[in-house]
């Protein structure tokens, strides 16, 4: 088994891998061609970044560029491969249940996860997302990136497994309207 890791340089990639991830969008879509790797960690969890509206226009492009155009470039590069590639994609858990006051996160989380939907299509990759609260530890996180990319659950494709402590489901709970 080959991983590949890229996306941010965090504690969660370092759990991954002793070697920094590769971050730029070029580098990471040739070091999958040449490396044909059969796992990729994409790790894709930016820092807060506020309400829409507190980025400017270039500063939440470069984060949509670092995070979920350099997604769709790994997935793209991984089906050319033309053979089996497992790929989680590491992302906030905002993109389950929307932070309005961190909307830019949450539109990137929100991408990042319907990636993972369509990108499930494809006959030789198998996607999913992990998303993950702040507060996770990144060695959990290693971990259940580490179970996704095994192949140990074969069926599973195409999913977004939430790390957070059950924080939405009690949040969703909290917020239901009796008789919902």
Not at 45 to 57: E, S
Request: some cysteine; overall charge negative.
């Amino acid at each position: 088994m080959t991983l590949l890791t890229v996306g941010s340089d965090c504690a969660i990639a370092r759990a991954l891998d002793d070697v920094a991830p590769i971050g730029q969008l070029e580098a990471a879509t040739s070091a999958i061609l040449a490396q044909r790797p059969d796992q990729i960690a994409i790790v894709a969890v930016p820092a807060p970044a506020g309400p829409i509206g507190a980025m400017t226009t270039d500063e939440f492009a470069k984060l949509t560029e670092t995070t979920v155009t350099l997604a769709i470039s790994a997935a793209k590069a991984a089906a050319q491969l033309e053979q089996p590639v497992r790929i989680a994609i590491v992302c906030p858990a905002d993109a389950v249940h929307p932070d309005h006051l961190d909307g830019a996160r949450s539109v990137i989380g929100a991408g990042l996860t319907m990636l993972v939907e369509v990108a499930a299509a494809l006959p030789t990759i198998t996607i999913n997302a992990i998303a993950v609260a702040d507060d996770v530890p990144a060695e959990e996180v290693a971990a259940m990136t580490r179970f996704v990319l095994s192949g140990h659950a074969p069926s599973l494709n195409g999913t977004t497994i939430r790390l957070d402590g059950g924080r939405d489901a009690v949040l969703a709970a909290e917020t239901r309207v009796e008789g919902d």
